[in-house]
């Protein structure tokens, strides 16, 4: 059993309602309320069409404060920090000195010399604190600061009955207001492909937040979801996972872990022109030097993948799926594979070869397969 050093003020929530605790990221995490596969399928489905609430506390909320704020995390992440105004966020990786993927993260720009870092797993933390070192800047890790997930078509309706101007919040905005009587901060972000909100609170008011939330939005569907829902959703909404779909769970033969952003399709972290950020000639140096892509496969039939399946071609194994997942509302059989470069192109023939013997035909296809154009996540009114 892992040790958690992180405690989530939601545990005992979690807890009522079946919730199996363990460990993510060092936090006890509601990965399942319910083993069921109806229960798996009626919270991807509730995210879908209605709204799911779920606590994503585990990830690591590090705040930097101070004249030098912008150049750390300048330095660390791939993205130009000077192009975040105020009251607005980003998507970014961050890469080592080799130019490979450690982790990515969400840049919060607050206010002026004040900034928050949101990141997983990986060692952005350490990153962070590493080049601060000597710098006139404050970084704090913030457990007190939980993050509860709001995501599906119906949150914006829920929000904007407690929010004025909820509407008008832009994806990847931010905004500080008064929840159920008590102060959050509410970004339009999540890791689901859906219309969603992820609200910053303290520990000491998350509960009360949480529990108004599922009274009050209950009539309109709103229900607390699992985590491992998670899975579903972004398999077909292409979010990866660290370290599930990368080498560091499925090693080269010959070679150390480490994935460039060219392999993962995640260049677009870079801003246009940058340099100067950790790793930043090797990357650059890297590119059309791919020892494998990360692609789509769609699959035949109703069976899913299996977690770390094989991917045939001609009968050899050429590669692996990290992740599937059938869904009967979108009608697809889909999952994220690492494959040869040459074959990351649409309408590769391949198999795919579960862990029980099992083969299924598929066909490479490019993601994401849910919203391709991306147009319900970044819906505006």
Known sequence: MAI???????????????????????????????????????????????????????????????PDAAYVIDRVTTRNVEKIAPGRSTYA?????????????VIYHLNVNQWLVVHGTGTGMEQLTSVAAGKNVAVL????????????PVAVDFLAQHIDGIRDLAYFGITHTRLFGRD??????????????????????????????????????????QFSTLDLLRTESYLLFYPGDNSETYPFDDEPCGDTIWELGLE???????????????????????????????????????????????????????????????SHNVGIARMPKDCATPGVSLTVRNGDGTEIACVTEEMPFYDKEKKIRSAKG
């Open 4 to 66: 958690l050093w992180r405690q989530s003020a939601l545990a005992h929530r979690h807890a009522a309602i079946g919730g199996e605790l363990e460990d993510w990221n060092g936090m006890g995490t509601a990965w399942f309320y319910d083993h069921s596969p109806e229960r798996a399928k009626a919270d991807y489905e509730a995210i879908r069409t209605k709204a799911g609430l779920m606590d994503v506390s585990g990830l690591k909320k590090v705040h930097l404060v101070g």
């Open 93 to 105: 990786a961050i890469l080592n000195s080799e130019g490979k993927f450690i982790d990515d993260c």
């Open 141 to 152: 890790f913030d457990d007190d600061l939980h993050d509860i997930s709001l995501q599906g």
């Open 184 to 225: 959050v901060m509410i970004s339009r972000t999540g890791y689901t492909g859906e219309r969603g909100y992820e609200i910053f609170v303290r520990a000491k008011d998350v509960v009360h937040v949480w529990d108004n939330i599922l009274s009050e939005g209950a009539s309109m569907g709103i229900q607390p979801v």
């Open 268 to 330: 677009f972290t870079v801003s246009p022109g940058k340099t100067g950020f950790i790793g930043a000639e090797n990357h650059y140096a890297l590119e059309g030097k791919e020892r494998f892509k990360i692609y789509g496969v769609r699959l035949e039939g109703t069976t899913p993948a299996d977690e770390g399946a094989d991917l045939l071609k001609d009968g050899e194994k050429v590669g692996v799926v990290t992740f599937g997942m059938y869904s009967e509302l979108n």
